[in-house]
């Protein structure tokens, strides 16, 4: 516990940039003053981190490129115990494990395992021990994904790719054969790209590994399934060539006869990691199966009041569900380095994403982990950042003299370059502006006026560069200044001193949901099925996107009317893995969905900065809470 709030407190102070006293540091940790005292005491001390204190409070002066070395000791006794887990067929003994790592077996009972058994029991495993020898079962499927999670997802910030695979098997020439079959991969006339390149290289040395120390899988029926996409695709000749020589690389090399199960399952390694030819995607596609993915992503549009997708886009990233689909049925780990980043960075196009996961996971009875819904939500994300001028348009005034002459050049210009992003209500004159003054969102002009419009941009006769993105950056303001305001106005209509609740202390996630549900449910806000959707969402992922606050919602559940019910607590909440102090229920009416998008963000990016976080911290009634987040 200590260990995770000093992390925190790292964490807190790296995030702003002004000093923060030591009142509200206990708050946000969720202990005393002293014990800050201590932990900055011991931060000094014992790390590569530094804070030094003025009389507004403390800040951080100094971070060091690696992890401190407090953390590092107590990752590399996990991980340490882990390898040998996995690596160990027999059992491991306690004693060596204390002799191994200098310290007690007791250490090792109630500080390592606990986390070691929490981490295994995501991948169906567990730790098993008798007369103090521990081991560690599951079918072999799930620790080769647990193997693969270590290596891919770089755990707890310790071990690079190669480096965690040469700690668990310290025995074998891991840099080596993945070189060999590196080498045997570049002969071959597909083409993978770097990322799938890496994945499919740690997913053939894993595959390797277990079958070489007799741990194989069984493939379970999906011969057929992988016979079926090898036949649809261009390459089926190039795929079975490469692998067939990775099957020779480990029978001469090596001698070991490859099983069956496992040639299989590297067919479809390679023919997931292969890229497509776009003309061809219709052929792989099933259409039953496109038009799943259609009917859900049209959903998902009326959904979240977002532009429907066009049919290029679909065809592409209904190739991706297809594979994604085949993965999760063989429970195939592909995991995604930037997940996390795209989660908390994201968070809106992430939620997009959940709902398009569940519907999907729904159909096909299959689960999708938060590795492959933040690869949905780089796709949804990626197409609605390139069709943006459908979203919001913005209306402008173009003012310039003689515009049937010189400047209608200009305004054919501003039009072919912003197209509908940019609506031109007129093109007028000086003289007619400064006498009607007409309304709009931009305006553009050629000739210096005094104005007191807002958004006001001089550009040049004939447009250039600078222009051009002067008038991008005014369009992003606009745009970020209309979501405010519709999200202020939604915030100011239906917070309710009701549904505002100060320092209750209940033990889950579940509770709080529960609790909020039953109260919203008393009031008539939702109908009972509200809360199961609630906690259905969460289920899939936390809502906790930030350190300070969690916004549990629905995936499909509209409320009977739309509120935002508040929990704010002086003590940390336990959510999850992140502490947090506030909890914002939203629920929003069918009618009120054109506000959800903008209000989303906007609590994201109110609680994504510790200055305002701090402010809102410091409220201590409804009226406060309101105040400070209407006037941020």
């Known amino acids: 516990m200590k260990s995770k709030r000093i992390e925190q407190l790292i964490n807190i102070l790296k995030n702003t940039n002004s000093d923060i006293s030591s009142l509200s540091l206990s708050r946000m940790i969720g202990t005393s003053e002293k014990t800050i005292r201590n932990y900055i005491k011991e931060i000094n001390e014992q790390t590569d981190y530094r804070v030094e204190s003025s009389k507004n409070g403390y800040h951080l002066v100094k971070i060091a490129d690696n992890m401190p070395t407090l953390f590092n000791n107590i990752i590399f006794r996990e991980n340490y115990v882990l390898s040998k887990l996995l690596s160990d067929t027999v059992g491991v003994s306690i004693f060596d494990l204390a002799e191994e790592l200098c310290i007690s077996e007791s250490t090792i009972i109630n500080n390592v395992i606990p986390k070691i058994k929490e981490l295994t029991s995501q991948f169906n495993l567990t730790i098993q021990s008798q007369n103090y020898q521990y081991s560690l079962k599951g079918k072999e499927s799930q620790k080769r994904k647990l193997i693969g999670y270590l290596v891919t997802h770089n755990n707890y910030g310790y071990f690079t790719s190669t480096e965690i695979l040469e700690k668990i098997f310290p025995s074998i ?67 079975l060539s490469l692998a067939n020589n990775i099957k020779k690389l480990f029978e001469e090399d090596y001698q070991f006869t490859l099983p069956l199960d496992e040639y299989h399952q590297i067919i479809f390694l390679i023919t997931l990691s292969t890229d497509h030819n776009f003309e061809n995607l219709k052929n792989i596609i099933e259409p039953t199966f496109m038009k799943d993915v259609l009917e859900i992503a049209k959903h998902l549009s009326l959904r979240f009041n977002i532009p429907e997708f066009d049919y290029d886009f679909l065809i592409q990233f209904s190739l991706h569900m297809y594979n994604a689909y085949h993965r999760a049925k063989i429970n195939m780990s592909y995991p995604n380095p930037i997940a996390q980043q795209i989660k908390s960075d994201y968070a809106l196009v992430y939620d997009i994403a959940i ?278």
């Open 355 to 632: 709902f398009f996961a569940h519907s999907f996971s729904i159909k096909y009875r299959i689960k999708l982990n938060e590795d492959e819904i933040a690869f949905i939500a780089f796709h949804i994300g990626a197409y609605l950042e390139n069709n943006k001028n459908i979203l919001n348009s913005t209306s402008c005034i173009i003012i310039s003299e003689n515009y049937h002459d010189f400047s209608k050049h200009l305004v054919n210009q501003i039009k072919d370059t912003f197209k509908s992003e940019l609506i031109i209500l007129d093109v007028i004159s000086l003289d007619y502006y400064i006498k009607l003054h007409p309304s709009c969102d931009l305006l553009i002009t050629t000739i210096q006026i005094q104005s007191n419009h807002q958004h006001k941009i001089l550009i040049n006769p004939i447009l250039t560069k600078q222009n051009i993105r002067n008038i991008w950056d005014e369009i992003e303001i606009i745009e970020n200044e209309k979501s405010l305001k519709k999200a202020k106005i939604f915030l100011n209509q239906f917070l309710n001193k009701k549904l505002y609740v100060r320092n209750i202390n209940l033990n889950s996630p579940e509770e709080y949901i529960n609790y909020m549900g039953n109260i919203c449910y008393e009031n008539d806000y939702i109908t009972p099925e509200f809360t199961h959707d609630v906690l259905l969402r969460e289920s899939m992922s936390s809502t906790a996107f930030t350190d300070c606050i969690a916004i549990p919602h629905t995936i499909s559940q509209y409320a009977k009317q739309s509120f935002i019910f508040i929990i704010h607590n002086d003590r940390p909440i336990n959510w999850e893995k992140q502490n947090i102090h506030f909890i914002l229920m939203i629920g929003i009416a069918e009618n009120d969905m054109k506000y959800f998008k903008d209000v989303f963000n906007l609590l994201i990016e109110l609680f994504s900065s510790m200055h305002n976080t701090l402010r809102i911290m410091n409220t201590n009634s409804f009226e406060e809470f309101k105040q400070t987040i209407l006037s941020i």
């Open 173 to 239: 020439d891991i840099k080596k054969n993945l070189e060999k079959l590196y080498d045997i991969c570049q002969q071959t006339n597909l083409f993978l790209n770097d990322y799938s390149m890496n994945n499919f290289l740690i997913h053939l040395i894993i595959i390797w590994i277990r079958v070489q120390s007799n741990n194989t899988i069984s493939f379970i029926d999906n011969f057929q399934c992988i016979d079926n996409i090898v036949s649809y695709s261009n390459h089926k000749k190039e795929i």
